[in-house]
């Protein structure tokens, strides 16, 4: 008596062979989902973070330089909307907070997407190396030393903060035309060919 072990073809003892089972076709329009890949980012944790408090979903997301800003610049304006005078600066409050999220949200996805191959957002990883990171938390901090040391009174100055808003408009203008310059894109100083 022979057995299925014994005979590796798989013909039963009568010496028949049996013809593979093969599975009913799909039906129409029927897709076979593909496995899933776990992401290194959750776009929503980074949010909750930084519901949570400003700068921890750039923490989550790996940006400790703009978790600082983001932070020392939420501190700053509640210190100057306190102390000095609350009309310009308890503005900047929920424009840093709201930003918080949306950089946030912005950044888990741009990892995500250099994760799965995708382009990220090229300009990202330049700003987060960018100093001027770095230089706004040493000017922000260097201001509240010297308000606290009693060397400079920041309530002299309150007349004149929208001029903080102009130099970053003209810093922004500025790198913005030398991006289009950079690039060649409009407004690049190039004729268009006929």
């Known amino acids: 008596m022979s057995t299925n072990v014994?005979?590796?073809?798989?013909?039963?003892?009568?010496?028949?062979?049996?013809?593979?089972v093969t599975p009913p076709p799909l039906p129409p329009g029927y897709v076979i989902a593909a496995p899933t890949v776990r992401l290194p980012k959750s776009p929503f944790v980074a949010v909750l973070l930084s519901v949570v408090f400003p700068g921890l979903g750039q923490i989550y997301n790996g940006q400790l330089n703009k978790a600082l800003?983001?932070?020392?610049?939420?501190?700053?304006?509640?210190?100057?909307?306190?102390n000095i005078d609350p009309m310009p600066f308890a503005l900047f409050i929920p424009f840093i907070i709201l930003y918080g999220w949306v950089d946030a949200w912005k950044s888990a996805t741009a990892i995500n997407n250099r994760f799965l191959g995708g382009k990220g957002e090229a300009e990202e990883q330049e700003e987060l190396n960018s100093p001027v990171w770095g230089g706004v938390l040493v000017a922000v901090g260097l201001l509240l030393l010297l308000h606290n040391l009693d060397i400079l009174d920041l309530e002299r100055f309150r007349r004149y903060w929208p001029v903080l808003l102009i130099a970053a408009g003209l810093y922004f203008i500025r790198r913005s035309l030398e991006a289009r310059k950079s690039s060649g894109g409009p407004g690049s100083g190039d004729a268009p060919s006929a």
């Open 6 to 20: 014994d005979n590796p073809e798989g013909t039963p003892p009568g010496g028949h062979a049996v013809a593979p």
């Open 69 to 82: 800003a983001f932070f020392g610049g939420f501190v700053a304006s509640l210190f100057c909307a306190i």
